[in-house]
Nanobody, 119 residues
Framework: QVHLVESGGGLVQAGGSLRLSCAAS????????MGWYRRAPGKERELVAA???????NYADSVKGRFTISTDNAKNTLYLQMNSLKLEDTAVYYC?????????????WGQGTQVTVFL
């Protein structure tokens, strides 16, 4: 199984930056895709950014040019660098991993970390 723990959320002024981290742990796993999702009050959960094991990335239109997703495979850690933050970026951010274990394809979610952007 894969256990995911997010960190790095907090309060940040609009226009500022924040870096989220997601530490992954587990044995005998093969992660194919990791991503960041977010859920703002009154809105559905949405994909923010994703990255494959090969390094390909995908971003929501709303964050393109501002956010960067990356991984440190040696540390089994996923990152989301968030720049030029806007009020609408306020949400709980969740780390997600799609992976294979013993021939099974599974998905794990972190508990989430709050990001609040203020004027």
């Amino acid at each position: 199984q894969v256990h995911l723990v997010e960190s790095g959320g907090g309060l940040v002024q609009a226009g500022g930056s924040l870096r989220l981290s997601c530490a992954a742990s587990g044995d005998g796993i093969s992660i194919s895709v990791m991503g960041w999702y977010r859920r703002a009050p009154g809105k559905e959960r949405e994909l923010v950014a994703a990255i494959t094991s090969g390094g390909s990335t995908n971003y929501a239109d709303s964050v393109k040019g501002r956010f960067t997703i990356s991984t440190d495979n040696a540390k089994n850690t996923l990152y989301l660098q968030m720049n030029s933050l806007k009020l609408e970026d306020t949400a709980v951010y969740y780390c997600k991993a799609d992976y294979a274990l013993g021939g099974r394809f599974l998905r794990s979610w972190g508990q989430g970390t709050q990001v609040t952007v203020f004027l």
